[in-house]
């Protein structure tokens, strides 16, 4: 296959993950707060395992300019916070049924898949099979990440398709930014470690802005940090076994 | 000169100098003078950078020697620390004038570091053992090294109040078991080489998790949100490109 198209397919495949989402909801209304603490520590585990593999792949051809990268990924999502105001905004509200609350909820999932997807155009451009192993890995975290939202949403009225629907939506972002990075690398591969950096560094600041600051309060920092340092191990252990 | 000092006393010099260097990373802390919710919180974050930017350096190495291995010992280290918290908990604890959790994070963070420098010992001793004609690259490299890791310790303790020379000496103290393990394992280097994976995933594992349980929740409860992360991404990359330059 076109490796553009291979891009397309599995980033594709991780964005519609996020209506899997939806799934909890059909056994109870909405996950108990526990529980949406608990998805957000394995959301962020499978990111930061994501973001790890990314460094050791790309580690020995990453030079100085990786760095700078890096500081650009994280700079990155800290002025799209600031900028649309969500800085210090609770994602993970329940009873907050604002419209600004709600669309808010919305410009941040949507900001968020966008960095996942240049993380596996890059990842596609190191080679194939590893651009496969991380969009899994991303398509993994979207379940959890979909869940919280589609959670948010029915505390919202909004019907559980139209959550799925909604939760997959926030991810096209992810496919458009995965073709786009993948073929941008293609055509000026000097690029590469420039947009490595900037994919890791914009992983690892989402794990730490978005998802677990909440999730400790949710569901207290021994259950989070089990979580967490699980799911992360076992995307190491799988990418250790890929390489 | 240097061919005069039996191996074995080289050896276990070589790993008291990296020991000696971890103290410098109190330096950095001379100017915290306050102890405020706000410094220990944004103080956390750097420890936290630093402890995540090494684990992932060490299980970098660590799946080299064996994958399965480095879980294992990752898989020990998070028991060492859950068991280490409940022990803690029990009693009622006092460092310097901090009682209670902050008392309780700061022997943890003395009692992971000083464990995993066994860890760190062993890869060195290992590493002499291959001949000593790296050996002061070797040393320069471990000793440089070692300093982020005194930063982390006394970027835990001098907010709550320790003195910046008790932080130096707490940090020399935690890199003690390096020329203490480096002795054995030089001289039996085939014995020691398979424990590697198993320690470094200790260590990792053991740090990894410390960060997630310990440092970061109070972090996030004291710290603003976006301070907090920044600093954690940034000193974690930081402490990724120290380890792969330096």
Known sequence: MDPTLTVLLYSSLAAAAGALGALPLLVRGRLPIVGIGWANALAAGLMLGAAYALLVVGVDRVTLSGAVGALLGILYVYWTHWISGTAELDLNRLEETSEAYGYKVLLIGAHHSAAEGIAIGVA?????????????????????????LCSILASRGVRRGDA???????????????????????????????????????????????????????????????????????????????? | MVGDIS????????????????????????????????????????????????????????????????????????????????????????????????????????????????????????????????????????????IPEGLAI???LRPRGVSVAACAGWSIVSSLPQPLMAVPAFLLVGAFAGVIPYGIGFAAGAMVFMV???????????????????IVSATLMGMVLFQQYL
Do not use: K
């Open chain 1, 124 to 148: 596609m451009a190191v080679d194939v099979p590893f651009g496969i192993f991380t969009a899994l890995a991303i398509a993994v975290h979207n379940i959890p990440e979909g869940a919280v």
């Open chain 2, 154 to 156: 006394s970027a835990v």
């Open chain 2, 7 to 146: 191996p074995v006393l080289l050896v276990f010099l070589y790993g008291l100098i990296t020991a000696l260097a971890t103290g410098l990373g109190a330096l950095p802390f001379a100017f915290v003078r306050s102890i405020s919710p706000r410094i220990t919180a944004y103080s956390n974050a750097i420890a936290s950078g630093l402890m995540l930017g090494a684990s992932f350096g060490l299980v970098a190495e660590g799946t080299r020697f064996g994958p399965w291995q480095t879980i294992i010992g990752a898989v020990i280290g998070v028991l060492f620390v859950l068991l280490a918290q409940m022990f803690l908990r029990e009693r009622d604890l006092g460092f310097g004038v901090v009682h209670g959790a902050g008392a309780r994070r700061m022997i943890l963070v003395l009692v992971v570091m000083t464990v995993h420098s066994f860890a760190e010992g062993v890869a060195v001793g290992v590493a002499f053992g291959g001949g000593m004609t790296l050996a002061v690259a070797i040393v320069v490299a471990i000793a440089v090294h070692n």
């Open chain 1, 164 to 243: 799925a629907g909604l939760a997959v939506a926030t991810n096209v972002s992810q496919v458009l930014l995965a073709v786009v990075t993948f073929a941008i690398v293609a055509a000026a591969p000097s690029a590469f470690p420039w947009v490595l950096g900037f994919a890791v560094g914009a992983l690892v600041y989402l794990v730490m802005a978005e998802l677990l600051p909440e999730c400790y309060r949710q569901a207290g920092p021994t259950s989070i940090a089990l979580v967490t340092i699980v799911a992360m191990g076992i995307v190491v252990l799988l990418s250790s076994q890929r390489l």
């Open chain 2, 212 to 230: 997630f349980v310990e440092l970061l929740p109070e972090a996030f409860e004291e710290g603003r949100r976006p301070r907090v992360a920044l």
